[in-house]
């Protein structure tokens, strides 16, 4: 099992920044697939964002507010948001998957968008 330590959340205004960041402690970082999901209070996980390990990438958002990206030399992938509002607070979750389906999840971090 992959550990997944995600960082940078924390309280924002609506239409500010965050970028998260998620490092895992593999060799194998390059192979992974990562995703960023997110949690809201009362409400099921959602996938926010996906990086293929071939650098495939899917975000939910078509206003293109989330950008998803990694850097393999650092096994970190990162997630940027950019014009944020309040329905975008949750907790984000960082997950990665490898060649035979095995995922892992990280402790998650806490993104509140408030005024």
């Known amino acids: 099992q992959v550990l997944l330590v995600e960082s940078g959340g924390g309280l924002v205004q609506p239409g500010g920044s965050l970028r998260l960041s998620c490092t895992a402690s593999?060799?194998?970082?390059?192979?992974?697939?990562m995703s960023w999901y997110r949690q809201a209070p009362g409400k099921e996980r959602m996938l926010v964002a996906r990086?293929?390990?071939?650098?495939?990438t899917w975000t939910f958002d078509e206003e293109g507010r989330f950008d998803i990206t990694r850097d393999n030399n650092k096994n970190t992938v990162y997630l940027q948001m950019n014009n944020l509002r309040p329905e975008d607070t949750a907790v984000y979750y960082c997950?990665?998957?490898?060649?035979?389906?095995?995922?892992?999840w990280g402790q998650g971090t806490q993104v509140t968008v408030s005024s």
């Open positions: 997950n990665s998957r490898n060649y035979y389906g095995e995922t892992s």
């Open positions: 593999t060799t194998l970082f390059s192979s992974y697939h």
């Open positions: 990086i293929t390990n071939i650098n495939n």
